[in-house]
């Protein structure tokens, strides 16, 4: 069976539809009326059942069918600040220091959602069982949408998530990524006149200064793979006066939460030694807080095999040629990098062919709050080619991408895979949905 591909033909140019007009109206984490208008609009036209979410306006799930099996995608459509840009090879803001959609979320949603709607017409022709859901998670950026969204239920009852982000490979994407905690320490002294009575000052600079710099030997002795980052966010006004308010933030990473939560409780001990050494206070807050992500090697198969079913992008010279010309205004280094990962042919830079899974059993060093979602449900992650090999994410080069039609055809390619893993997860007769769960919940 393989109705939903047979279906998908009518509306895949709903795919670049959606992403062109949320590309072109990008909005902030919890700013995203306008996306998530779109959504719900769209889906409910479909026949969908839309819900909003408590605490959370600019979240939606929209379901169809009823009953388990219940299988759902995660749609993503917040953009990045300054990250304005026009489809162009060269550096060109639509609107200088605007937003702009440089992690192609505009794609994220929109394959998402189209997916589903193509799973949606299979069930109600040949009768499929079920429950197919999109979920319109709001805020990625910040760490905040799927967090929230957990905290009200909403992943409670699914039997397997898909989730997808574009990326310059057509695959499942199965590298662990990391856990992170996002901080910011504020320190508060005494201000004084730095020249006539600095001996009546207690600075709160020298607190950040001093955590940061025990923060740099505590380095050595945390676990291989732990990352640990910071800005200073408030370094004092003006240089005569000794600063009464000082504030650094943190990021602490690692491959799993419960190292990052460690690591983050001897950073707080760093924090209170400088301000015990400089007289001064410190109180912390802790702004996001991602889990790891749990890995599902049995949707993780099934998927691989519905890559090869789907084949290879059909990328237009066109859209080969503006691939190029992007690559080339970035050091040769990145291309280089990419290309060797599956020694993609020189000269290719839209790597369009189904590769094998990539990193399997490898951490990965950035982050995303979907963590939380793959401790709740078998959880699978994967990608389709919308960037070319090279450009990096939350790049202006990123944002050009996500705004052309290679872009868009890397989308419209991933929604045909959503739509048959869904569809072959709602119909197997094999165990998978049972398999999947075995493995979810065995202790890793
Ligand atoms: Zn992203």
């Not at 969908?48 to 169809?64: I, M, W």
């Not at 992170?180 to 002294?189: I, N, T, V, Y």
């Not at 990473?253 to 400088?274: C, H, I, T, Y």
Request: glycine share 10%.
């Amino acid at each position: 069976m393989n109705k939903a591909l047979q279906y998908f033909g009518d509306i895949k140019e709903d795919v670049g539809i959606l992403a062109k007009k949320i590309w072109n109206h990008p909005e902030l984490a919890l700013e995203e009326t306008y996306a998530a208008g779109l959504y719900r609009e769209y889906l409910e036209a479909q026949g969908f059942r839309v819900t909003t979410v408590e605490g959370l306006s600019t979240a939606l799930v929209a379901e169809y069918g009823s009953g388990h099996p219940i299988v759902g995608v995660l749609g993503e459509y917040d953009a990045l600040p300054g990250l304005s840009q026009k489809v162009s090879a060269r550096q060109e803001p639509t609107e200088e220091g605007e937003v702009g959609h440089g992690c192609g979320h505009n794609l994220l949603g929109a394959a998402a959602a189209v997916a589903c709607v193509a799973v949606k017409k299979s069930m109600e022709v040949s009768g499929i069982a079920g429950t197919v859901r999109f979920y319109g998670c709001p805020a990625e950026e910040i760490g905040k949408g799927k967090a929230i969204m957990n905290d009200q239920g909403v992943f409670d009852d699914m039997d397997a998530c898909l989730t997808w982000h574009p990326g310059p490979w057509n695959t499942v994407t199965a590298s662990r990524l990391s856990a992170l905690m996002r901080s910011e320490f504020f320190f508060h002294g005494v201000g004084a006149h730095a020249g006539a009575h600095p001996e009546l000052g207690r600075s709160a600079l020298d607190a950040v200064e001093l955590m940061n710099v025990g923060a740099n030997y505590l380095r050595e002795h945390i676990p291989m793979g732990t990352r640990l980052h910071y800005i200073i966010t408030n370094g004092g006004q003006v240089v005569n006066t000794v600063p009464e308010d000082a504030s650094v933030q943190y990021v602490v990473r690692a491959p799993r939460s419960n190292v990052v939560q460690d690591v983050f409780e001897r950073l707080k001990k760093v924090a209170e030694g400088a301000a015990m050494m400089t007289e001064t206070e410190v109180r912390f807050e802790v702004q996001s807080n991602y889990y790891d992500t749990k890995n599902n090697s049995v949707l993780e198969d099934l998927m691989h095999e519905v890559y090869q079913e789907c084949g290879e992008i059909q990328f237009s010279q066109d859209e080969k040629d503006l691939a190029e010309e992007l690559v080339k205004t970035l050091p040769e280094s990145h291309y280089k990098n990419n290309r060797a990962v599956y020694d993609t042919e020189e000269g290719i830079y839209l790597d369009s062919l189904p590769r094998p899974i990539l990193g399997r059993g490898e951490s990965f060093g950035a982050s995303s709050d979907i963590g939380i979602v793959t401790y709740k449900v078998p959880t699978m992650q994967c990608s389709a080619t919308c960037f070319p090999l090279g450009v990096p994410l939350h790049s202006w080069q990123a944002t050009a991408s996500a705004g052309s039609d290679f872009g868009v055809r890397g989308a419209t390619h991933m929604a045909k895979v959503l739509a048959r893993g869904l569809e072959r997860l709602l119909t197997d007769d094999t165990g998978i949905l049972e398999k999947a769960k075995r493995e979810f919940l065995q202790e890793d």
